[in-house]
């Protein structure tokens, strides 16, 4: 560098003492004669060749340090260029290198400081990674590890950073479920019960934005096995409140029978016999909810048509809607689809929902039972347009026990359990449910089911 900026500078030099040189050689052979011209010619010489020599003299100064100092520049680049951020040129000259120098030493200053506020956030991510309970693993989009946390390595044994993840993590639940999130860019979550042999795992992936994704894997044995000791618990009372509860209402019943007209015990045994027939009500609410929550009730699916369903529920609810003067009726725009449904636990469904709807509407309205195309499902639907519910209590509807009016679900005849059971009978089916309302115009209750695979089934066949 140093040489270069020489040779620029000499030329310079060189090019305006041969000018001016020239223009006095000039001048001379204009304005005088010889001899006095030939001595001037000959001084002339002298000062070209001086001057050459204090402009050899310059350059060769001002090159070097020039250069020297736009070494030091390029030391420093190739520095910070390595990633040594503490390099600094410290020239503090007013020159315009000077002022390059302070430039460039603030700007690696404010790069210095944002690169230690970088490390210490990633330093508190991972110590925070690290002491959380769940195992959580990041992979790359060639679906290799790219890191993992002490929970998961803990896990597995061993989790090398850059090994195929499948490798590594050994449950084919878990891998669709982090391919499924890089590949759809959506969050996807699953159970996954082959990561360690025995145990349970809940697992979240979600997709990161340069590919790749972030799973999160959640140990759920624990809450699994409560979970199931307090079903089996209900399911274990309510089965042997069963016997006692019928004898108590057999007994009851055969006392009214024989009890005088105007005894006061008919009045007791009415309250008991009632009482009775609650409890019983209850229990076997609470069976049914058991069963279908645990996933061991065994759901029959085979493919349906929509209007079989409504049909059955308009059928086995006429009577009792016509005694209180309500009058039901059918819109169905999903015509002949076929949904994946076990007939009985649809049949309940429907029951509940419409049943709900004739104790809750009042006399005189009209209930439409429905069905639409929805996408990839069918969606059914039971409309009243009776006191409507307010929206703060519409997310916790399907909770089990959860009546808005507790005094009058339990007047008429309620437990509390009908939209549990219904929830977990439509998500058992792979389907949603819902609730629409508005206080004073009437409930909407939909819910909705998958649509079948299976080419239609004639319809005389499928109901013989
Ligand atoms: N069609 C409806 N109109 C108004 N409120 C309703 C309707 N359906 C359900 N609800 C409310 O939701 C609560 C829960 O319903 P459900 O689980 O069937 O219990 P219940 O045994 O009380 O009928 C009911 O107590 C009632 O307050
Ligand atoms: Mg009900």
């Known amino acids: 560098m140093r040489r270069r900026i020489f040779f620029r500078l000499m030329a310079a030099f ?7 040189a020239f223009s006095i050689e000039l001048a001379i052979t204009r304005e005088l004669r010889p001899p006095s011209a030939g001595r ?22 001002a090159a070097r340090s020039i250069g020297s100092r736009l070494n030091t520049v ?48 990633s330093r508190q991510l991972e110590t925070l990674l690290n002491s959380m309970q769940d195992a959580v693993i990041a992979v790359s989009r060639e679906g290799r590890v790219e890191w993992a946390n002490r929970r998961l390595e803990r896990l ?23 391919r499924e999130a890089s590949q759809t860019k959506d969050v996807s979550s699953t159970r996954a019960t082959s990561v360690v042999p025995g145990r349970i795992f809940g697992v979240t992936a979600a997709p990161m934005p340069d ?9 759920l044995t624990e809450t699994e096995r409560a979970e199931k000791t307090r079903r089996d618990f209900i399911a274990n009372v309510s089965h042997e409140l069963r016997t006692p509860l019928t004898s108590i209402q057999g007994y009851a019943e055969t006392l009214l029978e024989a009890a005088p007209e105007s005894n006061n015990y008919r009045e007791f045994l009415e309250i008991i016999r009632k009482n009775a027939s609650r409890m019983a009500r209850l229990t076997e609410d609470l069976l049914t909810l058991a069963r279908v929550e645990s996933g061991e009730q065994n759901f029959e699916l085979a493919p349906t048509r929509s209007e079989q369903l409504l049909d059955e529920a308009v059928q086995s609810f006429r009577e009792i809607a016509k005694s209180r003067g309500i009058e039901l009726q059918v819109e169905n725009s999903a015509g002949g689809e076929l949904v994946d449904a076990d007939n009985e636990a649809i049949h309940q469904v429907m029951s509940n929902l419409v049943d709900n709807a004739i104790k809750y509407a009042p ?6 039972l429905g069905a639409r195309p929805a996408g990839d ?8 347009f009776g006191p409507g519910i307010s929206s703060e209590h519409l997310p916790r509807l399907f909770e089990r026990f959860y009546r808005v009016d507790k005094a009058r679900s339990r007047e008429s005849g309620g437990t509390g359990l009908g939209l549990a059971i219904a929830k977990h009978i439509v998500l058992a089916h ?11 115009h009437g409930s909407t209750f939909l819910f909705s089911l998958p649509r079948a695979a299976e080419s239609p089934v004639p319809h005389e066949q499928q109901r013989a």
């Open 156 to 178: 597995v044994g061993h989790a090398r950073v850059d090994a195929p993840v499948v490798e590594t993590v050994r449950d084919p639940d878990f891998l669709a479920a982090v």
């Open 377 to 384: 499902r069918v969606e059914f639907f039971v409309r009243d």
């Open 211 to 219: 590919g790749g994704a972030v799973a999160v894997l959640r140990d």
């Open 40 to 61: 001037l010619e000959n001084a002339l010489i002298l000062a070209v060749i001086f001057a050459l020599l204090i402009a050899f003299y310059f350059s060769w100064s």
């Open 430 to 440: 792979g389907g949603t449910i819902r609730a629409e309302s508005e206080l004073n």
């Open 14 to 20: 060189v090019v305006v003492i041969a000018v001016i």
């Open 74 to 121: 390029e030391n420093f680049a190739s520095r910070v260029g390595r990633g040594d951020l503490t390099a600094r040129l410290n020239d503090s000259s007013l020159d315009e290198i000077g002022k390059i120098a302070t430039a460039l030493d603030d700007m690696a200053t404010a790069l210095e400081a944002r690169f230690q506020e970088l490390r210490t956030s």
């Open 363 to 368: 006399t005189g309205t009209r209930i439409v």
